[in-house]
């Protein structure tokens, strides 16, 4: 299976804000494993959207995947609590 390339929506960096960094780190460490597996078992598809949605401890990473082009994009971080919720 080829290697997906990882893009980040530039309101990601926003969102790393107030996570502390030990946390941050094995978020990164999940999104660089989208690269090889972009639907890793425990994936879950979100309800009426081409989005995607993996676990990280409390935190949610909501991704999209272009597999004609061979593109992860990360659209949003956060905690459980609020990732969910319209901007």
């Known amino acids: 299976m080829a290697n997906y390339k990882?893009?980040?929506?530039?309101?990601?960096?926003?969102?790393?804000?107030?996570?502390?960094?030990?946390?941050v780190t094995r978020i990164l460490q999940r999104i660089e494993e989208l690269q090889e597996n972009?639907?890793?078992?425990?994936?879950?598809?979100l309800s009426g959207q081409e989005r995607y949605r993996v676990r990280?401890?409390?935190?949610?990473?909501i991704y999209?995947?272009?597999?004609e082009l061979l593109i992860v994009t990360v659209v949003k971080v956060g905690h459980r609590k609020q990732v969910y919720k319209r901007s």
């Open 38 to 45: 972009p639907r890793p078992v425990g994936s879950e598809k």
């Open 6 to 23: 990882l893009v980040f929506r530039q309101s990601v960096a926003k969102d790393f804000r107030p996570i502390p960094n030990k946390d």
């Open 64 to 67: 999209e995947v272009a597999d």
């Open 56 to 61: 990280q401890g409390v935190y949610r990473i």
